[in-house]
């Protein structure tokens, strides 16, 4: 009697749609995920960049590429699209001799920045400012003179 208890209860189930799964077969293996695309590194742009004697609203002032032996101090001014959350390096020489490395934080794109260099009046001669990225890659070189 219990017997076709069972199969009357399992007839009842069945015909309302529940069925049974056979759980010894081997499910089909799951695709891969899709590798995740890399991180692209940001295109860092220079717009403009500058030797100032000063900046003002976040402008330069008095930009040039020749400067007098009392100017006293000098301003690397630069302008940058695409580098957004990270940073730069104003990287500043005297001749050949490296006398300065100025890491500015860039907060969005577009992004003006700044650093200050102080200037001896005894540093006359050739002077350049690199401007780099984070990885020390020159993204743009401004050459001027001091005294001459």
Do not use: Y
């Not at 010894?24 to 742009?45: H, L, N, R």
């Not at 000063?54 to 690397?76: E, K, M």
């Not at 001669?125 to 050459?143: F, N, P, Q, S």
């Amino acid at each position: 009697m219990k017997r076709i208890a069972m199969l009357a209860a399992s007839a009842l189930l069945l015909g309302r749609g529940l069925v049974a799964q056979d759980t010894t077969k081997a499910a089909a293996p799951a695709a891969a995920p899709a590798a995740a695309p890399a991180a692209a590194t940001p295109q860092v742009t220079i717009v403009e960049a500058v030797v100032a004697r000063s900046v003002v609203d976040r402008q330069p002032q008095d930009t040039g590429t020749a400067f007098p032996a009392d100017v006293a101090q000098l301003n690397c001014w630069t302008k940058v699209e695409g580098a957004g959350g990270s940073s730069l390096h104003h990287v500043w020489f005297h001749g050949d001799t490296q006398v300065g490395d100025v890491e500015l934080q860039v907060g969005g794109s577009p992004w003006r920045t700044w650093s200050r260099k102080t200037v001896p009046a005894d540093w006359t001669g050739a002077w350049h400012v690199e401007v780099r990225d984070a990885a020390g890659t020159v993204l743009k070189r401004i050459d001027f003179t001091v005294g001459q």
